[in-house]
């Protein structure tokens, strides 16, 4: 029984309001988000005790699997990351764009690709670190919010490419039921892509070097090739990927030795994100407004605003969204303002200039008008088509799976 009685403001419990306070704290405090989010965590979790019924043993029980999942993970891909990024692809890669700004363009389809099976803060780094050496150092902002983009977009439609995929996979979604977020994905990337390019064109060309001393590293391709399999079987054959990972991991330590020091790296991100998650599992879904496609066009714009992460996880425990059209909103919706997204904050330390919203809203225009077209194109070539609830005990009891394309 709870020691007082639950509070509520002007009809809404007051756990949105902390939980709110904690997202506004994070967008704030942008050196401070594991202290802000784990102190916002805490403070939700003592409401949640003192004056509501709430059982800790009863939400671990249903969590733990997503949350022990996140983490093997997200370590693990932090190790695939960095195979990847000294494998010798990435040094090579530039020295076969083009000199104009089809150039600048074929770097963010590249990023786009890495995305879709690299985590999108790899490869946002790995598109920002090729950028600064092929246009010396002289990147524009408007470019840079079209790295983040392509590697947002680029990871919307795989389970294996973004942190929110990652979750509704992990969380019983089937790995098919986003990649039509593609549909989306794909045109936004021709529209921010193609004048992100011709900006960074006018403002400074491809400058590129004879590569010297790079060679391709097939031990770590197929270090990652083993991670990647790994992941995909344990799912299939024990809905636990985060186990096929590590296992493959330590298969391929056997072949070449893994970047352990990666793990270390990625650990405060990672509790930030789990933080953040178990927060978020705690707050009243049945309050939240019916799941849709209006629904769910907002909630990209509110991505862009504050992490898209508990957003992701509010829309699994509701139920009753087209996964692949959340998929691209939560994702893609991130880009449109440098601290939106984890790719964002992370390319924003070594472009420094990026860390600015009017500069970034001016600059990248072009990533909010490609996230509102490609939206509409994804609806009206897909239709809004809502998916059962993936998990019994989440079963809301009004939802009503209508399959319609919008007016």
């Known amino acids: 029984m709870p020691i007082f009685q639950p509070v509520t403001i002007a009809g809404i419990d007051l756990e949105f309001f902390l939980f709110a306070l904690t997202l506004i704290g994070v967008a704030i405090f942008h050196h401070k988000t594991v202290q802000v989010a784990l102190t916002g965590l805490a403070v939700i979790l003592l409401y ?45 890669l530039p020295y076969y764009l083009p000199d104009d700004w089809k150039g600048g363009f074929l770097l963010l389809v590249l990023v786009f690709i890495l995305s879709s099976f690299l985590d999108n803060i790899a490869a946002a780094m790995i598109g920002g670190g090729m950028a600064y050496v092929v246009f010396k150092k002289k990147v524009h902002l408007g470019y840079l919010a079209g790295i983040v983009a392509a590697s947002n977009a680029g990871g919307s439609g795989s389970v294996l490419g973004d942190t929110t995929t990652t979750m509704m996979w992990i969380d019983g979604v ?13 045109p936004a990337l021709f529209i921010f892509g193609i004048v992100a390019s011709i900006q960074q064109h006018r403002y400074q060309p491809i400058m590129k070097d004879e590569i010297v001393g790079s060679h391709i590293s097939w031990k770590r391709l197929l270090s990652i090739a083993l991670i990647l399999i790994g992941a995909v079987s344990a799912n299939l054959l024990f809905d636990f990927p985060a186990f096929g990972v590590w296992v493959a991991i330590f298969a391929g330590a056997f072949i070449i030795r ?8 990625a650990l405060p991100g990672t509790v930030f994100l789990l933080a953040l998650v178990l927060a978020a599992s705690m707050m009243p879904v049945e309050q939240l407004p019916a799941a849709s496609w209006h629904t769910t066009l907002a909630m990209g714009f509110v991505s862009s605003i504050f992490d898209n992460i508990p957003l992701t996880k509010l829309a699994l425990d509701q139920g009753g969204y087209d996964w692949g059209v959340l998929a691209y909103a939560v ?77």
Not at 78 to 91: D, M
Not at 337 to 357: E, H
Request: a positive charge; charged letters at 10%; glycine letters at 8%.
């Open 258 to 265: 893994p970047e352990c020091r990666e793990i270390k790296l």
């Open 331 to 407: 994702g893609y919706g991130g880009s449109m303002i440098w601290f939106g997204s984890s790719a964002g904050v992370a390319l924003s330390n070594l472009f420094p200039q990026a860390k600015s919203v009017s500069g970034w809203v001016r600059n990248g225009w072009h990533v909010t008008v490609a996230y509102v077209v490609s939206f509409f194109i994804l609806l009206n070539v897909m239709g809004w088509h809502p998916h059962a609830p993936h998990k019994q005990h989440k079963t809301p009891p009004d939802i009503k799976l209508e399959q319609h394309h919008p007016n």
């Open 48 to 92: 949640k005790l003192f004056f509501t019924s709430f059982s800790f043993i009863h939400l671990a029980s249903h969590e733990w699997p997503i949350l022990v999942n996140l983490l093997g993970l997200l370590l693990g891909f932090a190790i695939l990351a960095k195979h990847f990024e000294h494998s010798g692809i990435p040094a090579r």
């Open 174 to 186: 089937n790995a098919i039921d986003v990649i039509h977020a593609y549909v989306a994905a794909i």
